[in-house]
């Protein structure tokens, strides 16, 4: 246990209807990182914030997702009408400021769009 | 733009043998690089991170070394066990994009697929 975590573990939903997770970094951890992971692939970068603020946003991250961090500390990711190709790992991940660079992963949520 | 790459994707060998991981990136301006493991529907766990700085790293049976001008990483895993059987990922932290100054991310490998027959 890392002490990033994340909730729900696992969600199943039909296409279309809305999702949103959560993630809850370590508590002194500013920097927070949101990545997804389809079968058989490495995880990929969705998005990035430093306290509340997102600084980065991949291509990836489609306008039927949005992230907010409102006072630096949980995270949560929405989508809006999913699609069956949303269906993934979702993975957040946590580090301080400077020192390392280290992320630290929570156990993940999995996505399954019916 | 950072591209990690990891071959072969799959990997079986017997209880015992020490073996060799490799990871190839692209673009040698890295902060760390770090390898994970991953069990089948499972997060990822931390095995080792190597600074830009260092060229090697040792835990236990584990021991990566970083050689950033030839773009290359290697995770050795001496006395291989059953328990060793996961998938082994490679990910090098840098910048996320050309515009985006001190902001920074993970690039990941698609994996090496261990299994350690008994």
């Known amino acids: 246990d890392t002490g990033v975590s994340q909730n729900p573990r696992h969600k199943i939903t039909k296409r279309g209807q809305n999702v949103t997770f959560r993630c809850d970094p370590i508590?002194?951890?500013?920097?927070l990182y949101w990545y997804r992971q389809t079968l058989g692939q490495g995880p990929e970068f969705l998005t990035y914030?430093?306290?509340?603020?997102?600084?980065?946003k991949s291509r990836l991250l489609s306008d039927r997702f949005s992230a907010e961090r409102p006072k630096g500390s949980f995270s949560t990711l929405e989508i809006q009408r999913t699609e069956q190709g949303d269906s993934a790992m979702y993975l957040c991940?946590?580090?301080?400021?400077?020192?390392?660079?280290?992320?630290?992963f929570g156990p993940g949520t999995r996505l399954t769009v019916t | 733009k950072q591209e990690v790459t990891q071959i072969p994707a799959a990997l079986s060998v017997p209880e015992g043998e020490n073996l060799v991981l490799n990871c190839s990136f692209t673009?040698?301006?890295?902060?760390?690089l770090q390898w994970f493991r991953q069990d089948p529907g499972k997060g990822l766990t931390s095995l080792l991170l190597?600074?830009?700085?260092?060229r090697e790293q040792t835990s236990g049976r584990l021991n990566a070394s970083l050689d950033k001008s030839s773009g290359r990483s290697t995770l050795y895993i001496a006395a291989s066990q059953p328990g060793d059987s996961a998938t082994y990922l490679c990910?090098?932290?840098?910048?996320?994009?050309?515009?985006?100054?001190?902001?920074?991310?993970?690039?990941f490998g698609k994996g090496i697929t261990l299994s350690v027959r008994p």
């Open positions: 991940a946590s580090r301080p400021g400077g020192g390392t660079y280290e992320q630290y």
């Open positions: 508590s002194e951890h500013n920097r």
């Open positions: 914030f430093q306290n509340e603020a997102q600084l980065e």
């Open positions: 673009d040698s301006a890295i902060y760390n």
């Open positions: 190597i600074q830009s700085s260092q």
């Open positions: 990910a090098a932290h840098s910048r996320a994009s050309r515009e985006s100054g001190a902001n920074s991310k993970l690039t």
